[in-house]
């Protein structure tokens, strides 16, 4: 992914038969090193475990949620730098939509991560917004989780240990979840089909007012979730995708 392009090229990828990437982002940036022997595949979503009509009544028990307005993101908050976006967006959305809830499900790597995680805690404290934001660690089912939301965001300035294009964005279209991304490459190539929603880098105020947009409007959450849905049957299908890495591999013979 992303990764191979911005680090030292070692022998096992200069001297490969063939690189697979996730975007067109990465294979230019290999091909200006002088890569050519670079295909891009797209990634593959398991239509059937990410479906709109998960059941998830017993993880919202769980999480004890009634009838909040759930925004989900899932990924890392500190070297993405989502964090500042997020908290800031909280404080504007809670403002318009009271009943309003922040799921944020990150994995904690280290120290700095966990001592990260409780600042932004403390800040939701002081800004009275605890009732309002909820951290998650591990997610045993994140297909049960996504159903919760309303509105999936992911609001990073940068790309950190995830692939170009992050699954969980990809799981969200396919439960018909609505999807707001940062406008950088490669996550901006996804705005050639038409079913997600960009912010600009940094640009809190767009976020609060798309998340606002969103929720308050049923039908245009329900325009890009059924545009979601189609554009990863369509592209990100993983038994498309299979097949392609079968002719790359028939190939290779």
């Given at each position: 992914?992303?990764?191979?392009?911005?680090?030292?090229?070692?022998?096992?990828?200069?001297?490969?038969?063939?690189?697979?990437?996730?975007?067109?982002?990465?294979?230019?940036?290999?091909?200006?090193?002088?890569?050519?022997?670079?295909?891009?595949?797209?990634?593959?979503?398991?239509?059937?475990?990410?479906?709109?009509?998960?059941?998830?009544?017993?993880?919202?028990?769980?999480?004890?949620?009634?009838?909040?307005?759930?925004?989900?993101?899932?990924?890392?908050?500190?070297?993405?730098?989502?964090?500042?976006?997020?908290?800031?967006?909280?404080?504007?959305?809670?403002?318009?939509?009271?009943?309003?809830?922040?799921?944020?499900?990150?994995?904690?790597?280290?120290?700095?991560?966990?001592?990260?995680?409780?600042?932004?805690?403390?800040?939701?404290?002081?800004?009275?917004?605890?009732?309002?934001?909820?951290?998650?660690?591990?997610?045993?089912?994140?297909?049960?989780?996504?159903?919760?939301?309303?509105?999936?965001?992911?609001?990073?300035?940068?790309?950190?240990?995830?692939?170009?294009?992050?699954?969980?964005?990809?799981?969200?279209?396919?439960?018909?979840?609505?999807?707001?991304?940062?406008?950088?490459?490669?996550?901006?190539?996804?705005?050639?089909?038409?079913?997600?929603?960009?912010?600009?880098?940094?640009?809190?105020?767009?976020?609060?007012?798309?998340?606002?947009?969103?929720?308050?409007?049923?039908?245009?959450?329900?325009?890009?979730?059924?545009?979601?849905?189609k554009v990863i049957k369509k592209h990100?299908?993983?038994?498309?995708?299979?097949?392609?890495?079968?002719?790359?591999?028939?190939?290779?013979?």
């Amino acid at each position: 992914g992303g990764k191979i392009a911005n680090e030292v090229l070692d022998e096992k990828i200069v001297f490969s038969d063939k690189i697979v990437v996730f975007s067109e982002y990465t294979k230019a940036k290999l091909n200006q090193k002088g890569i050519k022997n670079v295909v891009k595949i797209n990634h593959g979503i398991d239509l059937r475990k990410f479906n709109p009509n998960i059941n998830s009544y017993k993880l919202k028990k769980e999480l004890n949620i009634k009838n909040e307005k759930i925004v989900l993101y899932a990924g890392d908050l500190v070297y993405t730098e989502a964090n500042e976006n997020i908290l800031r967006s909280l404080f504007l959305v809670e403002k318009k939509i009271r009943d309003v809830k922040f799921i944020l499900a990150c994995k904690i790597h280290s120290k700095k991560e966990m001592m990260n995680i409780e600042k932004l805690k403390d800040q939701a404290k002081k800004l009275n917004l605890e009732k309002n934001l909820l951290m998650l660690n591990t997610v045993e089912n994140m297909n049960e989780l996504i159903s919760l939301c309303d509105v999936y965001i992911h609001p990073i300035n940068k790309h950190f240990r995830k692939p170009d294009i992050p699954l969980i964005i990809l799981e969200a279209m396919a439960e018909k979840k609505p999807v707001i991304i940062t406008d950088i490459p490669p996550l901006n190539e996804l705005s050639k089909y038409n079913a997600v929603l960009k912010i600009k880098k940094n640009n809190y105020h767009e976020l609060s007012d798309k998340i606002i947009n969103l929720i308050a409007d049923k039908g245009i959450r329900d325009k890009y979730g059924k545009l979601g849905r189609k554009v990863i049957k369509k592209h990100f299908n993983i038994d498309a995708t299979a097949k392609e890495y079968a002719k790359l591999y028939s190939k290779l013979r």
